[in-house]
């Protein structure tokens, strides 16, 4: 483990999570696990942030009967994203204007995606979601792509009936980060290391 891989992973996760921030912030919508995350803060008054964190703890908690490993990425992962998140929506609040928010998110996203490409490139571990989509597939058999259909889809759905953010950000999110990534991270220096899977869509 390099000092330099170790060093982008950070990068990579305080970026992920300052884009989460800022897509939560716009509030026109967000991914699957940030609505479950904004629709668990609404519900109990704790930051979109430590949510996310604590999410992700429990997420780590279903690895155990999947037999999954967690690396040094998994672990930073958990810590780092939802902190950032906190901070970056705790320093921007959510502009008024729609000719905002909507730069708003769409510069979120981008930098999403960007982060996504630097972090899954130190080869360091999966995010604690990506574990669990790869851990139901070897376990069940079931494609690799229904596994994560499953997670995302419960994610969203428990987040919406809680009220969490949904909008038209929610269908762009979807649709959008998927193409980002895949033409963002053959161009970051280290690609190479990335495991085949759309990781980047859910915080980890």
Excluded: K
Aim: glycine share 16%; net charge positive; charged share 10%.
């Amino acid at each position: 483990m390099s000092f330099p891989r170790v060093l982008r992973l950070l990068a990579g996760l305080v970026l992920y999570g300052v884009a989460e921030g800022l897509m939560v912030s716009a509030h026109v919508g967000v991914g699957p696990w940030s609505v479950l995350a904004t629709g668990l803060s609404r519900s109990t008054g704790v930051g979109v942030g430590w949510l996310t964190n604590l999410i992700g703890i429990g997420v780590l908690l279903l690895w155990i009967p999947l037999r999954q490993r967690p690396g040094i990425g998994t672990v930073l992962n958990v810590l780092l994203v939802g902190t950032a998140i906190e901070t970056t929506v705790d320093l921007l609040p959510a502009p008024d204007l729609l000719a905002v928010r909507v730069p708003l998110f769409a510069a979120g996203m981008v930098l999403l995606a960007v982060a996504s490409g630097v972090y899954i490139g130190a080869g360091l571990g999966p995010g604690p979601r990506d574990g669990l989509m790869t851990g139901l597939h070897a376990r069940t058999g079931r494609p690799i792509w229904l596994c994560r259909c499953a997670v995302e889809v419960s994610a969203l759905v428990v987040g919406w009936v809680l009220g969490g953010n949904v909008g038209v950000g929610t269908v762009v999110f979807a649709f959008g980060i998927g193409p980002l990534v895949g033409f963002v991270m053959p161009r970051l220096d280290g690609a190479r290391h990335a495991r085949p899977v759309p990781a980047a869509a859910t915080a980890g």
